[in-house]
T-cell receptor
Framework: RKEVEQDPGPFNVPEGATVAFNCTYSNSASQSFFWYRQDCRKEPKLLMSVYSSGNEDGRFTAQLNRASQYISLLIRDSKLSDSATYLCVVNIWSTDKLIFGTGTRLQVFP | EAGVTQFPSHSVIEKGQTVTLRCDPISGHDNLYWYRRVMGKEIKFLLHFVKESKQDESGMPNNRFLAERTGGTYSTLKVQPAELEDSGVYFC????????????FGPGTRLTVT
């Protein structure tokens, strides 16, 4: 079983749509949680950290449920520029090692 | 501020040859990491340097891979001899010493072993 599981997609949505991605992790020692964005043939870039209280950054909302070991990302009012692969990433306590999911591909169409 | 840089951007070598990848971290970042993504799989951690010391090399696949960070600045990752399954994208990342969770990635080196 993968340590971080994501639906690979692709999710094809029209501009303006709301889309949600989910992720589960298996290691209960996971300490920190992130969503990264990766454009085609580019490096992963940190989109946002995820906190138990939930956090919002503009059109993006991330949520963490430690009891269920579940992380989500909600994108409202999708833009064409949101098209990318979204990577769910966790960090295990006492290490710097980041553990990546395989990513969920989002394609926003006009 | 310049980002993480990696060289080369692409490398095509034959099985059995040697390749050396280079990473220059963001200036002032003591933490340096190597990751790789092989076709169809997730990005996986290889190792972590703190300055010139290897802090965690639990992800190194085998002894054909050798990473160095002499002087605690840039790092090299040598694959010798390369095998077909080593093909993939090798990413380097760096972070401040006390902010290991905030890693900045380089553009990667795409390695193809034929």
């Amino acid at each position: 079983r993968k340590e971080v599981e994501q639906d690979p997609g692709p999710f094809n949505v029209p501009e303006g749509a709301t889309v949600a991605f989910n992720c589960t992790y298996s290691n209960s020692a996971s300490q920190s949680f992130f969503w990264y964005r990766q454009d085609c043939r580019k490096e992963p870039k940190l989109l946002m950290s995820v906190y138990s209280s939930g956090n919002e950054d503009g059109r993006f909302t991330a949520q963490l449920n430690r009891a269920s070991q579940y992380i989500s990302l909600l994108i409202r009012d999708s833009k064409l520029s949101d098209s990318a692969t979204y990577l769910c990433v966790v960090n295990i306590w006492s290490t710097d090692k980041l553990i990546f999911g395989t990513g969920t591909r989002l394609q926003v169409f006009p | 501020e310049a980002g993480v840089t990696q060289f080369p951007s692409h490398s095509v070598i034959e099985k059995g040859q040697t390749v050396t990848l280079r990473c220059d971290p963001i200036s002032g970042h003591d933490n340096l990491y190597w990751y790789r993504r092989v076709m169809g799989k997730e990005i996986k951690f290889l190792l972590h340097f703190v300055k010139e010391s290897k802090q965690d090399e639990s992800g190194m696949p085998n002894n054909r891979f050798l990473a160095e960070r002499t002087g605690g600045t840039y790092s090299t990752l040598k694959v010798q001899p390369a095998e077909l399954e080593d093909s993939g994208v090798y990413f380097c990342a760096s972070s401040h010493l006390d902010r290991g969770y905030e890693q900045y990635f380089g553009p990667g080196t795409r390695l193809t072993v034929t």
